[in-house]
T-cell receptor, first 112, second 110 residues
Framework: SQTIHQWPATLVQPVGSPLSLECTVE??????LYWYRQAAGRGLQLLFY??????ISSEVPQNLSASRPQDRQFILSSKKLLLSDSGFYLC???????????FGPGTRLTVT | KQEVTQIPAALSVPEGENLVLNCSFT??????LQWFRQDPGKGLTSLLL?????REQTSGRLNASLDKSSGRSTLYIAASQPGDSATYLC?????????FGAGTTVTVRA
């Protein structure tokens, strides 16, 4: 069966510090991968998606970047965090037939 | 781009009552529609996926319908239980990207 992992689960970082969040998927190959952010009291915002290794599409211009160095690994990064980067970051994967999306447990990021 | 709306934002019902959650979308050329459950502080759990060629999907006490012509989907939860208390999100796609509604937060009172 397929599983999706995210770490860390929680993170508190000062403004201006770098960020690296990692997501890995097991039990499938060539998945589509997604990064979402859920800010307090707001809906899910798609940040990045990837349909293959090295292929990244950005949905919202911002302080963040994403990379996919391996087929089942998706990384969200920032060089300098802003207060507005605080939120709940969710990674998801989908197969390329039904495109049903499955989500990881999320990372709670607080920028202080 | 698909725009998805969920009304009401919150719903409170007594245990045992059937739940009806509504979702509307703007583009009838929808590829699929997915319903999720989110517990506080947790990730999303996929409940049901309805593909564009289908009119409904069922899983246990859950049934979801899709009416592309009217731009609506409905999630029915039969005989609600306190454990059904959560936020329910619907999301529609025209390709491999999902557009989410803001969710309906459900409280089932014991």
């Amino acid at each position: 069966s397929q599983t999706i992992h995210q770490w860390p689960a929680t993170l508190v970082q000062p403004v201006g510090s770098p960020l690296s969040l990692e997501c890995t998927v097991e039990g499938t190959s060539n998945p589509n991968l997604y990064w979402y952010r859920q800010a307090a009291g707001r809906g899910l915002q798609l940040l990045f998606y990837s349909v293959g290794i090295g292929q990244i599409s950005s949905e919202v211009p911002q302080n963040l970047s994403a990379s996919r160095p391996q087929d089942r690994q998706f990384i969200l990064s920032s060089k300098k965090l802003l207060l507005s980067d605080s939120g709940f970051y969710l990674c998801a994967w989908a197969g390329t037939i039904s495109y049903e999306q499955y989500f990881g447990p999320g990372t709670r990021l607080t920028v202080t | 781009k698909q725009e998805v709306t969920q009304i009401p934002a919150a719903l409170s019902v007594p245990e045992g009552e059937n739940l009806v959650l509504n979702c509307s979308f703007t583009d009838s050329a929808i590829y699929n529609l997915q319903w999720f459950r989110q517990d506080p502080g947790k990730g999303l759990t996929s409940l049901l996926l309805i593909q564009s060629s289908q009119r409904e999907q069922t899983s246990g006490r859950l049934n979801a319908s899709l009416d592309k012509s009217s731009g609506r989907s409905t999630l029915y939860i039969a005989a609600s239980q306190p454990g059904d208390s959560a936020t329910y999100l619907c999301a529609g796609s025209n390709d491999y990207k999902l557009s989410f509604g803001a969710g309906t937060t459900v409280t089932v009172r014991a």
